[in-house]
T-cell receptor, first 114, second 110 residues
Framework: EPEVTQTPSHQVTQMGQEVILRCVPISNHLYFYWYRQILGQKVEFLVS????????KSEIFDDQFSVERPDGSNFTLKIRSTKLEDSAMYFC????????????FGPGTRLTVL | DAKTTQPNSMESNEEEPVHLPCNHS???????IHWYRQLPSQGPEYVIHGLTSNVNNRMASLAIAEDRKSSTLILHRATLRDAAVYYCILRDPNNNDMRFGAGTRLTVKP
């Protein structure tokens, strides 16, 4: 069964450094998403991406964040200058369609900012 | 933020049915009701969704009140593997985001 994959599983970085989190969505999916979950808190929507552009973003997704689909398979989330409060699990998801179809989530990348 | 209300936690015995309630009194006519769950140390997983009619799939059933102000996720026979946080989410077809609430933490006792 096809699945969303994410690398790395755990990323440790120093405050102020740039990080890139990588995701490979399911191959015939057209919509891509990033979410984050701070330890012990709820899952928070960050951004949705369709047709090579952002379709929605939350108030969390500020100028420090960017997303890219650099080739036909990868979908990346870049945090330009990490802060301590960026420490969280980051989940990538994809869906075949946008609004009604189920989203398939990856296993997540745990980001630790020191 | 989230427009749904769910109990913080529920307990069930293994192999018994579980009814997980969700209130969404401000639901709009076009909002879909989606349920996801998150097993420990995993990403969320789709369970089921519906608009007006009750829905069944291999994982669960979704019962939607006639006025659509509440719904119930039904697990017909809970297993230990069903222990998870269950999220009831309203999805506006005009938006391409999905907003999670705190969900219901389901504990299944052997």
């Amino acid at each position: 069964e096809p699945e969303v994959t994410q690398t790395p599983s755990h990323q440790v970085t120093q405050m102020g450094q740039e990080v890139i989190l990588r995701c490979v969505p399911i191959s015939n999916h057209l919509y891509f998403y990033w979410y984050r979950q701070i330890l012990g808190q709820k899952v928070e929507f960050l951004v949705s991406f369709y047709n090579n552009e952002i379709s929605e973003k939350s108030e969390i997704f500020d100028d420090q964040f960017s997303v890219e689909r650099p080739d036909g398979s990868n979908f990346t989330l870049k945090i330009r200058s990490t802060k301590l409060e960026d420490s969280a699990m980051y989940f990538c998801a994809s869906s075949r369609d946008g609004r009604y179809n189920e989203q398939f989530f990856g296993p997540g990348t745990r980001l630790t900012v020191l | 933020d989230a427009k749904t209300t769910q109990p913080n936690s529920m307990e069930s015995n293994e192999e018994e049915p579980v009814h997980l309630p969700c209130n969404h009194s401000t639901i709009s006519g076009t909002d879909y009701i989606h349920w996801y769950r998150q097993l420990p140390s995993q990403g969320p997983e789709y369970v089921i969704h519906g608009l007006t009619s009750n829905v069944n799939n291999r994982m669960a059933s979704l019962a939607i009140a006639e006025d659509r102000k509440s719904s119930t996720l039904i697990l017909h026979r809970a297993t230990l593997r069903d222990a998870a946080v269950y999220y009831c989410i309203l999805r506006d077809p005009n938006n391409n985001d999905m907003r999670f609430g705190a969900g219901t933490r389901l504990t299944v006792k052997p």
